[in-house]
Structure formats: C-alpha cells, structure tokens
C-alpha cells in the first residue's frame, strides 16, 4: 500500500518553477530517499509532504499530494503535521528545555495526552523508540544542549516519534553528524521503518544505497528516475543517473 502518492506535482517559488510535474508513489513502512545535487528541489519536495511548505509565503504548490488516498490538502495542516512528522538537517532541540521537556513539548502543545503520567510514558517509549534511552534516562532533566550532536539528532526524532506519526520525512539529517553518529541514525532509520514510513533526502548515493528501499533521483526539479535501490545502482536506466551516481555531475 501507498502512504503517500503525489500527482502532477509542480512547486514556485513565485516565477521560478523549482519541481517539475513530479509523479511519485511512496510505499508504506518502507525507507523512499530523495536523492540529487545541490539545488535540485529535494528540501521544497520534502517540506510540501507536510505542508510545511506553506509557511513559506513565496512558495505556490500545484497538483495534489494523498496520504492514504486523501487529500492533505482537505485536511487541517496540524493534523497532516501530526500524521506526518519531520526531523531537519539543522540539529534543533529547544535548547532551553530539558531532555524530558524537548519529547514532552509537542504532547503538550496538542494535548495529545493530558495526565502526567500518560505523558512520561510516551517520553520514556520515544526515547527507546529513537535508540536514546539506555544513554540519557538518568539525565532527563539535563538541558538537551548538554547531549553530543548525534544524541540531540536522535532526541529530535524521539520528539517527532511522541506524536506516533505514520510517516517521516528526514532532510538530511546526518549533514551535521561525525561518522559515528551518522552510522547510529542509519542503523535507527533502518529500525524505525518496520512501523514507520521514511522519507529521507540526502545528497549522498552511498547514505541512499545504504539505508533505503527505493530511490527517486532528482535533477533540476524534474524526476529523472525511480526505483527499487538495487536497480537505481546496479542498472540506472537513465543516463543522466549513471552520471550523478558515477560522479561526473553534482
Ligand atoms: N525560499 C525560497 N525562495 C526562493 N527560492 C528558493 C527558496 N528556497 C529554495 N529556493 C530555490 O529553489 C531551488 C530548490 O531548492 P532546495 O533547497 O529545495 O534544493 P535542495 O535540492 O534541497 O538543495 P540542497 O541539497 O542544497 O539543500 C533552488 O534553486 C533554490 O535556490
């Protein structure tokens, strides 16, 4: 099954036409990357999933994106964010809020859960959930800036997981990381996609190859190709992929 299909899908930024016609089925529980050159369309891609995109005055969506075979368009913008979280390239815990407060925040503010007790639950389930527990559950009070890089990444997506999404959309969010961590958010992408859609954009083939079961390749706006990732890699059927993956653009 299909969580999201977009249809005839074109993004402005007021003249300049930035995604061209794009067609893309992403199934479900599975990992989709974006993956392209700098610049192709992949972050305005992404932030229309959601209706993100919106907040940004400039930009004019047409064609319609379905979660679910509906309409996100139809449906409060809230609520699409809810159903469909999103975890960013820039690290960004509120920094001055505890560990505790960065996962319990979105709770909270959409009175998801109302009993202290409910909520501390589904902290503690997030925490777990993002791979984070075992390191920060006798530190939960601490300030989320006192945790390394790759541990405040990992309380974003705890944060993004509090809401139970059905899918989520990653922009990059290794770019900022060293090595290790990169490597510890690949392994919990890999984990996360048994109940979770995902839907991540990189600039990196090797992050694509590694972690996802379909690739879309992006070039100047327009969907170049689709597929399963071993065909994407193995047997490009399009030129200008072989190109991107072989180095010569991008
Ligand atoms: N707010 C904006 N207003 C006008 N143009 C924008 C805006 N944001 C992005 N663009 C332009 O839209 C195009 C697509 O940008 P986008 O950030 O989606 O690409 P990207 O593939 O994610 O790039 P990168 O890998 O560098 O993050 C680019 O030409 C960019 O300059």
Excluded at 55 to 71: F, M
Aim: glycine share 6%; proline share 4%.
């Amino acid at each position: 099954m299909n969580a999201i299909v977009t249809e005839n899908l074109h993004i402005y930024y007021r003249s300049s036409h930035v995604i061209k016609e794009i067609n893309l089925k992403i199934p479900e529980k599975r990992v989709f990357a974006i993956m392209g050159p700098s610049g192709c369309g992949k972050s305005t891609f992404l932030r229309a999933l959601n209706r993100l995109l919106e907040l940004n005055e400039s930009a004019r969506v047409k064609g319609d994106i379905r979660l679910y075979g509906k309409s996100i368009f139809e449906m409060n913008p809230v609520e699409v964010r809810k159903r469909i979280g999103m975890v960013f390239q820039q690290v960004n815990p509120f920094p001055h809020l505890s560990v505790f407060d960065n996962v319990a925040i979105g709770l909270r503010l959409n009175r998801v859960l109302k009993s202290k007790k409910e909520i501390m639950e589904r902290v503690k389930w997030a925490l777990k959930k993002s791979a984070l527990w075992d390191e920060v559950k006798d530190r939960l009070e601490a300030p989320a800036t006192s945790l390394s890089g790759g541990q405040q990444q990992r309380l974003c997506i705890a944060r993004a997981l509090a809401l139970k999404p059905e899918v989520i959309l990653m922009d990059e969010p290794t770019a900022n990381l060293d090595p290790v961590a990169t490597e510890k958010i690949e392994d919990l992408i890999y984990e996360l996609k048994r109940d979770y859609t995902i839907v991540i954009v990189t600039h990196s083939p090797s992050q694509a190859a590694r972690v996802s079961d379909y690739v879309a390749f992006l070039y100047m706006g327009e969907l170049i190709e689709v597929g399963e990732v071993e065909q994407i890699f193995e047997n490009p059927r399009e030129k200008l992929t072989e190109r991107y993956l072989t180095g010569r653009i991008g």
